[in-house]
């Protein structure tokens, strides 16, 4: 069973970076069909989901942020990251990274959630 | 991009009786297997969500036969046949037929 956790600063400046990190305990990232997602949710706010990447490195953004979002992973580590560029205050929210379980082309849903890491955006 | 609705917003249900939330999309969630690729999440109370519901009608691993999913292509329905204290939270509906998007929310409490 993967198990994953987020990290990262909890305060970014306004026009900076972004910077997040999800390890992925378990199973090795690059061997399995499943894939990772980024997702937020600011303060009182609904669940916006930023994008994926799939064991081959192919990824997936919202229409609305891949300008912005780059999502990569070190397969060596069994670790994603989410690089967020240009930020301000509405990129304040809950980070989340999550699985979801594919195995033999057949899916199984956003089975794995981290806790989630916060990020302020503020000068 | 398909674009999520759930409705109501929010639900007030006495203990022991149903409950029952919409979620439609703009297009359909078919997939050529058969499939229609809606999710159903709960996130109580300062917890991250929670997977109930995949494929439209698929319990997750754990998940009491209270919670049913029914619907295919647009239109989608989470139940639960008897609600308890514990179900308090936020229910999303989730598309994963083309890239993901999560409808509103909506909000259970207990009368």
């Known amino acids: 069973q993967q198990l994953v956790q987020e990290s990262g600063p909890g305060l970014v400046r306004p026009s900076q970076t972004l910077s997040l990190t999800c390890t992925v305990s378990?199973?090795?990232?690059?061997?399995?069909?499943?894939?990772f997602n980024w997702i937020r949710q600011a303060a009182g706010k609904g669940l916006e989901w930023i994008g994926r990447?799939?064991?081959?490195?192919?990824?997936h953004y919202n229409s609305s942020l891949t300008s912005r979002a780059t999502i990569s992973a070190d397969m060596s580590k069994n670790q994603i990251f989410l690089k967020l560029t240009s930020v301000t205050a509405a990129d304040t929210a809950v980070y989340y990274c999550?699985?979801?379980?594919?195995?033999?082309?057949?899916?199984?849903?956003?089975?794995?959630w981290g806790q989630g890491t916060t990020v302020i955006v503020s000068s | 991009d398909i674009v999520m609705t759930q409705s109501p917003l929010s639900l007030s249900v006495t203990p022991g009786e149903p409950a029952s939330i919409s979620c439609r999309s703009s297009?359909?969630?078919?997939?050529?297997?058969?499939?229609?690729?809606l999710d159903w999440y709960v996130q109580r109370p300062g917890q991250p969500p929670q997977l109930l519901i995949y494929?439209?009608?698929t319990r997750a691993p754990g998940v009491p036969d209270r919670f049913r999913g029914s619907g295919s292509g647009t239109d989608f329905t989470l139940q639960i046949s008897r609600v308890e204290a514990g179900d308090v939270g936020i229910y999303y509906c989730?598309?994963?037929?083309?890239?993901?998007?999560f409808g509103g929310g909506t909000k259970v409490d207990i009368k």
């Open positions: 494929l439209s009608s």
């Open positions: 989730m598309q994963a037929r083309q890239t993901v998007a």
């Open positions: 990447i799939y064991s081959d490195g192919k990824t």
């Open positions: 378990g199973d090795s990232i690059s061997t399995t069909s499943n894939h």
């Open positions: 297009q359909s969630l078919l997939h050529s297997n058969g499939y229609s690729y």
């Open positions: 999550t699985r979801s379980a594919v195995e033999y082309s057949s899916y199984f849903g956003m089975d794995v």
